[in-house]
């Protein structure tokens, strides 16, 4: 009968109460309780294996920020600390240069300021 779509029945197509769909209900349920417990094992293994690999590569991650960090440490000590060092080493140098060779300069005045 065709009018509302509310209205339109088939014969052929059978209710929730029908009989032929009680046996074929029972063992959709059954397929689906079966497939989430087996999914959710599968899954929590699949999960935990992830997490284990998510803690290696944390591990991992943090050790190479700390072999960084070394690296930059040990730049710094290498190139920064020379330089520095520069910044007193040169003004002494140029003062016994221009002691020696430079007007009345004395070997021994320059011997006398490095304390030998």
Same mark, same amino acid.
């Given at each position: #009968?065709?009018?509302?779509?509310g209205?339109?029945?088939?014969?052929? @197509? &059978? /209710? $929730?109460?029908? &009989?032929?769909?009680?046996? =074929?209900?029972?063992? *959709?349920?059954?397929f689906?309780?079966? !497939?989430? /417990?087996?999914?959710?094992?599968? /899954?929590?293994?699949?999960?935990?294996?992830?997490?284990?690999?998510?803690?290696?590569? !944390?591990?991992? $991650?943090?050790?190479?920020?700390?072999? *960084?960090?070394? /690296? #930059?440490? @040990?730049?710094?000590?290498v190139?920064?600390? +020379?330089?520095? $060092?520069?910044? *007193?080493?040169? +003004? *002494?140098?140029? =003062?016994? !240069? =221009?002691?020696?060779?430079?007007?009345?300069?004395?070997?021994?005045?320059?011997?006398?300021?490095?304390?030998?």
């Open positions: #009968m065709k009018g509302r779509l209205e339109i029945r088939s014969s052929r @197509i &059978p /209710t $929730a109460a029908h &009989p032929d769909r009680i046996g =074929s209900r029972f063992v *959709f349920l059954f689906l309780f079966w !497939y989430n /417990t087996t999914m959710d094992e599968e /899954t929590a293994q699949k999960l935990a294996d992830m997490d284990k690999k998510l803690d290696n590569i !944390y591990r991992s $991650a943090e050790k190479t920020r700390k072999y *960084f960090l070394w /690296t #930059m440490i @040990i730049s710094l000590v190139f920064v600390l +020379p330089l520095v $060092a520069l910044l *007193f080493v040169v +003004p *002494f140098v140029f =003062s016994v !240069y =221009s002691g020696v060779g430079g007007e009345g300069g004395d070997i021994n005045q320059t011997l006398d300021r490095l304390g030998l």
